[in-house]
């Protein structure tokens, strides 16, 4: 959900958690379009976003994300 606001203030995005965990999972992590996956990535990440991988990897702005997100997807790509 988009809120207006006068041009002078930021605008801002609003979103459940259950609806970032998704987006996260299919727009970033699921989507084979890289084009795609950025345009996700740059919607719901913060430029200086930190993903911690379980297996102890730590990637650290949009450009890493997208970057591991490829790899992720690109050894599951039927998932």
Do not use: W
Request: proline share 4%; aromatic share 8%.
């Amino acid at each position: 959900m988009r809120e207006r606001q006068s041009c002078t203030e930021t605008t801002a995005m609003s979103y459940s958690i259950s609806t970032l965990l998704t987006r996260n999972l299919h727009g970033v992590f699921g989507e084979n379009d890289p084009a795609r996956r950025r345009a996700a990535i740059d919607e719901i990440f913060n430029e200086d976003c930190v993903f911690y991988d379980p297996k102890g990897g730590v990637y650290r702005g949009r450009d890493e994300i997208d970057r591991i997100a490829g790899a992720v997807k690109a050894t599951h790509p039927d998932f």
